[in-house]
């Protein structure tokens, strides 16, 4: 089945900077890229998708890159402000059998500090 | 228009009663999923399901736990004889076509088994 693995599990940047969250896949039939922020104790919350016919997608200060040969994506987070400080989670759809299902990465704590 | 729902949103259990959780998907969603969330780690699929049908349920233990999504209301995660190690976050996730389309996740029921 689908393996996602997601670097770093913490993250500390000043407010301002720029955060990156990288994940690899190992299913090459992976077509389905979703990033969800959680804040503690709250749901998990869609920020950004890609599908897999496309490099890149931004959304204001939200990037995602996708790099299919390599099998990895990115998150990439600009003017970084407090408010971004969660957990996020990375995510992949497999393929047969498993495209019924998200596989999630184990999450990166992002904090931004004032 | 209302999100996702789940009740209740907490729920204590002494070892060997049951537990039903419910979930309600947004309006015109006929997709359900359920994600177990234990303290700091990642989403894991359990079950996937569209009305009166179970999808894929390989995330999900054999024993123990049953999922359905019938006809007339919500979807219901159950969970009898319930041991220490099934307290966790209990996320479901619903989706108007299915991946490798958009899920949305409910708040969550925090199961606690003492």
């Known amino acids: 089945g689908e393996n996602v693995e997601q670097h770093p599990s913490t993250l500390s940047v000043q407010e301002g900077d720029s955060a990156v969250i990288k994940c690899t896949y190992s299913?090459?039939?992976?077509?389905?890229f979703p990033w969800y922020k959680q804040e503690l104790g709250k749901r998990p919350q869609l920020i950004i998708d890609i599908r897999s016919n496309v490099g890149e997608k931004k959304d204001q200060r939200i990037a995602v890159t996708l790099n299919k040969t390599a099998k990895h994506f990115s998150l990439h987070i600009t003017e970084t402000q407090p408010e971004d400080s969660a957990v996020y989670f990375c995510?992949?759809?497999?393929?047969?059998?498993?495209?019924?299902?998200?596989?999630f990465g184990k999450g990166t704590k992002l904090s931004v500090i004032p | 228009n209302a999100g996702v729902m789940q009740n209740p949103r907490h729920l204590v259990r002494r070892r060997g009663q049951e537990a039903r959780l419910r979930c309600s998907p947004m309006k015109g969603h006929s997709h359900v999923y359920w994600y177990r969330q234990l303290p700091e780690e990642g989403l894991k699929f359990m079950v996937y399901l569209q009305k009166e049908n179970i999808i894929d349920e390989s995330g999900m233990p054999k024993e123990r736990f049953s999922a359905e999504f019938p006809k007339e209301g919500p979807s219901i995660l159950r969970i009898q004889q319930v041991v220490r190690g099934d307290s966790a976050a209990y996320f479901c996730?619903?989706?108007?076509?299915?991946?490798?389309?958009?899920?949305?996740f409910g708040p969550g029921t925090r199961l606690t088994v003492t």
């Open positions: 299913d090459s039939a992976s077509n389905y």
């Open positions: 995510a992949a759809v497999g393929s047969g059998a498993g495209s019924y299902q998200l596989t």
């Open positions: 996730a619903s989706s108007d076509r299915g991946l490798p389309y958009e899920q949305y």
